[in-house]
Structure formats: structure tokens, C-alpha cells
């Protein structure tokens, strides 16, 4: 008997066997133990996590002979032929090769006959989203209201392209990405079945391969058994996937850890004798930052994959967390860039000098601002692990912020320095300024100059006084804000001037700019306010005219406006954002200043 590949010999049978997809298995058992099996489905995913093979196993559970069942026999003539792939009334349809519209009209034509054999006529349609748009409309009106017998199984990878009228007549189940541990320990079960010796570190080597997909990694476990002779080891994985040894990788970042470039580059050198792709080797060294990272935070979720949970807990106690994800995030961003470089290995080489010159900001300098990673002013070799870091003494910069020191003295630059230092040592000295002044002597004077005041909302005068009962002395905008509106008829209240006001009415001008505010509800609400402020019954009149004066609206727009040229008059006036413009050619963007409350 011919060969028979394991991801065809090792098919789940029935849905206990399944790997995974449980979300899926949990809602087809049960519309099948309960009878309530929708006329068609689409099952969506990446290639091989199972689309296809539960539509199978779906299609052998309707057609048991022993009645629709979440757990067919597997021994009736029924699931025989379907796991032979024989059964007659189990049509299976490759869209890709049958995009016609023709060849889904010829389909259809049978529709309408009773099964043959079976209890249920199942068209398994592979690759759907390959079909025609003739084609989808002719399937619409059979998919909506097929005959009692029918039942559809639709498979794709891209349901993107499935028009909504196809996705509004299934239940659509979206099938996940295996996750390495999974794909792992279905092969060590596999190959204990199989009788075939193994690695376990090369197990994992071919389920990260696998990216999400069983089918993926059973043919990559063919391959290498087929290359090892029968036997699945880590080195003959490694080289037939072309990946490097873990211990390589391990000795590269230990390497780095010290931060010495001869063995660094010397590893570089030994490595490149492999001919790798360096893509790939930069993933490698990419994945052992995380690992390490995460074992600094939690050391118990380091599983032992690669073999190497020892040594990945060692070199998390010779990095520095800041360090770490510096690191991490200067990798990242070669990988991405790698293909830009002229030569693979050249742009790999520069990663590992990005890493060697540069470092996180020690707590408490001023030559930079944020988390800035600053040059390495040492490159002396450490054979030894650095110690933690300590916390910096606490800088000098606060000092100049008393009265009587010179500022500029502080934030003096030294001899020789660029533009861009002294700008950032101003702004250094202007931030430390600020935060060494006590929250409650902080007085409008006293502030950055870059912060401008915030004067108080002026108070137009009404255009007539007020008669009782509204107090003489209380203006329009006090009303507005005692009458607790909101929405709508506080703007229209806000864009109203206050006339006069007698024993039985209030008269109000309203700005004609402002008349789409008033409505019947929004007038009422106000009318209410109103009289809820007066404590009596009330007429009340808006005119719509002209105001003789400022409304409150208008009184706000001003104060804003006002408020807003004093924020950048003060902020074209400050000596750091001066030297900003200088030194950078910059441009203050007027629209993006924000006055401060105080």
C-alpha cells in the first residue's frame, strides 16, 4: 500500500479528536443534540486549522445511520464512505476551479432531488469566496430557502470577499490560529503513535514554523522525519528549516549583556558561516528579548520550549528593565528597516551597534528630555554583570529657581556645545524651575511666561435696568447661570440681552444670529427656568433684534479670544521658545496654544 501523508492518515474522525476550535465544536454539538442544525454555514480561517475537515465530520454526523448524532459511529456504510471520500450525496465543490456561472447553475439543478443514500444531500463548497459574482447571485435565492434535505457547508479563507448577502444566510464560525503549545503537544502524541523517536525542542522548532496551522505542521514534521531518517532531531530540524542553534542566539544576547563588541561581532562571524537569514536570526534574538523581559516581571511563565528556561532567567538578572525594552524596541525597528539595508548581514551588524551605543537615560540628567535613550559615553568591555542601577543623586537645577540665583548660569553650556544641547539644557532648567516652586506660593507672576493668565469673564451692562422682581443688582449672566438650563436653551438664554422685566412679563433681545436656536420646546425650557427663578407665574417675550450690548455669548467669544493672544504673545515672549525657533528654524503653530486655568 502507498505512502499516506499524516496530515491525511491522522485526520480527525469525529469532533473529540479535534485540536482546538472549541468555541466551534461547543455550538455545532449542540444544535446537533438538540436539533436545531441551521441549513448552511461557513466556516472562515487561515489555512489548516480544520475549516474543512469539521464540515466533513458535520456532514457524517447528519448522515449516521444511526440518527442525527454529535458523536457518529464511524463504522455505518454512511461514515465509512464519507472518511473514504466516497459518499454520494457528500458533493464537494472546489470554488476555485468552478468560478462559472454555469458550473453553479449545473450544481443547482439537482437541488431539488432527494438524497440517495443518505439522509441529508451536504454540498460542501471549498474556497467560496473564489466564485463569481454571477455565480453568488445564482446561489442567493437556493441558499435563502433550500428544499428540507439540503444542507450547505461553506469553507474560505478571505470571507472579505463574500458579499453580505452570502454572509446574512449562514451561521458564520470563525476558526482561530492554533497556538504552539497545542500544535507541540499534538505531534509528540502523534509521533508516540507513530513510534518515532524525537527531540523535544525540535517539536517546537516545527510548531512556530507551523504559524497557527495543523496541516502546516504535520507536513513539516513529514519533512523532517523524511530528512532525519526516521528520526525528528534538533539539529537536522534546525538545519532543514534553516534557523540557528538557541545556544548561538543565547551566547549573542550574553554577549551584548556585557557589552562587549569583540565576542559580539566575533559570534557574527561564526554565524554568517551558516549562510542564515539574518531576518530570521534577528526574529530569534527579538523572541529571547521577550522571553527575558518576561522573566523579569514573571519568571513562572518562561516554559521550557527551547530547552533553554536556565539560561533565559540568568540573563534576565544581568539586564536592566530600561535596557531591556531599549533593546527590544531598537530590534524591532531593524527588522522592520532589514530589507532597506544593501546587504543582510551589514544590516545586521548596525542593530547590534544600535544597541552597543545606545542606553536609557539615568534618572535625574538633564541632557536630553523624556525617555531620550542617550550615547554610551563608555565602551569599556564588562566582563563581570553591571549591578542594578541606583537611583541619581538629586539634581542641582532646583537651586535655580530661588530668588537672587542667575538662571542662566544654571543652564550655562559648556564650551563647544551644539544649538540643539543648549536648547535642551534651557528647557531642562525652565522644567526644574517650575517643579521647585511650591504649589502654594504658585502666583500668576511667578509662573513660566509661556503660561497666560486667566481673566475673569466680563460682565456686560444690560441695556436697561432691571425692574422688579428681578434684583436690580443682578446681571444677565448670574440669571442664565441660577437657572440651572441646559442644552439648547442655556445657548439661547446665553444669546439673549436683558430688557426689562415687569410685574407679569420678562423681555429679552435675541442676537439674529443666533435665531435658529429658538424653538417652541427650547422656549418653553427657559420660559419654566424662568418662572422657577421669580417663585410666580410669568409672561415671557423675546424679540429678535439687534442686541444694544454684549450678550453673554458674545462676551465669552471675546474673553477666549482674548485670552488665547495673551497665551501666545507670552509664548512668543519666552527666552526657550525663542531659542527654539532660532536654533531649529521652527514655527510656533498659533491654532495648537492652549491658555492655562489657574
Request: charge should be negative; charged fraction near 25%.
Amino acid at each position: 500500500m502507498s505512502y499516506q501523508v499524516l496530515a491525511r492518515k491522522w485526520r480527525p474522525r469525529n469532533f473529540s479528536e479535534m485540536v482546538g476550535q472549541e468555541h466551534v465544536l461547543r455550538a455545532l454539538i449542540n444544535a446537533l443534540d438538540n436539533d436545531r442544525v441551521h441549513h448552511a454555514f461557513l466556516f472562515t480561517g487561515t489555512r489548516g486549522v480544520g475549516k474543512t475537515t469539521i464540515a466533513r465530520i458535520l456532514a457524517k454526523s447528519l448522515n449516521c445511520e444511526q440518527g442525527v448524532t454529535s458523536t457518529p459511529c464511524g463504522e455505518c456504510a454512511a461514515c465509512t464512505e464519507i472518511d473514504e471520500g466516497r459518499f454520494i450525496d457528500l458533493i464537494e465543490v472546489d470554488a476555485a476551479s468552478r468560478t462559472k456561472v454555469e458550473d453553479t447553475r449545473e450544481l443547482l439543478e439537482n437541488v431539488q432531488y432527494a438524497p440517495t443514500r443518505g439522509r441529508y444531500k451536504v454540498y460542501l463548497v471549498d474556497e467560496v469566496h473564489m466564485l463569481s459574482n454571477h455565480s453568488f447571485n445564482a446561489l442567493l435565492k437556493t441558499l435563502e430557502e433550500p428544499p428540507p434535505h439540503v444542507k450547505f457547508l461553506l469553507a474560505t479563507t478571505d470571507p472579505q470577499k463574500l458579499p453580505v448577502t452570502i454572509l446574512s444566510r449562514c451561521l458564520q464560525f470563525n476558526l482561530k490560529r492554533l497556538p504552539v503549545s497545542r500544535i507541540g503537544g499534538y505531534l509528540e502524541l502523534l509521533l508516540g503513535k507513530e513510534a518515532i523517536n524525537f527531540d523535544q525542542p525540535a517539536l517546537g522548532l516545527l510548531a512556530r514554523a507551523a504559524d497557527g496551522s495543523m496541516r502546516d505542521a504535520l507536513s513539516l514534521l513529514d519533512q523532517a522525519i523524511a530528512f532525519g531518517g526516521g528520526i525528528v532531531s534538533e539539529a537536522e530540524t534546525r538545519a532543514m528549516l534553516g534557523t540557528i542553534e538557541q545556544e548561538h542566539v543565547i551566547e549573542l544576547v550574553s554577549a551584548l549583556a556585557d557589552q562587549d563588541p569583540q565576542p559580539i561581532f566575533a559570534k557574527v562571524e561564526q554565524l554568517s558561516e551558516f549562510s542564515p537569514d539574518y531576518a530570521g536570526l534577528l526574529n530569534e534574538v527579538i523572541t529571547l528579548l521577550h522571553r527575558i523581559a518576561l522573566a523579569q516581571t514573571i519568571p513562572e511563565a518562561i516554559d521550557d520550549t527551547y530547552g533553554d528556561r536556565d539560561a533565559v532567567i540568568e540573563l534576565a538578572n544581568r539586564f536592566d528593565a530600561e535596557e531591556l525594552q531599549l533593546y527590544y524596541q531598537i530590534a524591532l525597528i531593524g527588522r522592520r528597516d532589514l530589507p532597506l539595508a544593501p546587504v543582510a548581514r551589514s544590516g545586521f551588524e548596525m542593530v547590534l551597534l544600535r544597541m552597543l551605543a545606545f542606553s536609557p537615560e539615568e534618572s535625574g540628567t538633564t541632557s536630553g528630555g523624556g525617555d531620550r535613550p542617550v550615547a554610551r559615553r563608555e565602551a569599556a568591555p564588562r566582563s563581570t554583570p553591571r549591578p542594578a542601577r541606583t537611583e541619581a543623586a538629586p539634581s542641582a537645577a532646583p537651586a535655580a529657581s530661588q530668588p537672587g540665583v542667575n538662571r542662566e548660569a544654571v543652564s550655562e553650556p559648556t564650551e563647544g556645545s551644539s544649538p540643539i544641547s543648549r536648547a535642551r539644557s534651557a528647557l531642562s532648567a525652565a522644567t526644574a524651575q517650575k517643579a521647585a516652586q511650591p504649589a502654594a506660593e504658585k502666583r500668576p507672576s511667578e509662573a513660566p511666561v509661556y503660561q497666560a493668565p486667566v481673566a475673569e469673564p466680563e460682565t456686560p451692562p444690560a441695556a436697561t435696568a432691571a425692574k422688579a422682581p428681578l434684583p436690580p443688582e443682578c446681571s444677565w449672566p448670574d440669571v442664565v447661570t441660577a437657572l440651572g438650563l441646559s442644552g439648547a436653551s442655556v445657548h439661547l438664554a446665553n444669546n439673549c440681552l436683558f430688557v426689562e422685566a415687569d410685574q407679569s412679563s420678562v423681555t429679552l433681545q435675541l442676537d439674529p444670529a443666533a435665531e435658529h436656536l429658538r424653538s417652541q420646546s427650547v422656549e418653553q425650557r427657559l420660559h419654566k427656568g424662568l418662572e422657577n427663578y421669580l417663585g410666580k407665574s410669568t409672561r415671557l417675550v423675546i424679540k429678535v433684534e439687534k442686541p444694544v450690548a454684549e450678550t453673554p455669548a458674545q462676551a465669552q467669544v471675546r474673553n477666549r479670544e482674548e485670552r488665547h493672544q495673551a497665551a501666545v504673545e507670552s509664548m512668543q515672549k519666552d527666552i526657550n521658545v525663542k531659542e527654539i525657533v532660532d536654533v531649529f528654524d521652527a514655527t510656533l503653530h498659533q491654532d495648537s496654544v492652549r491658555p492655562i486655568d489657574y
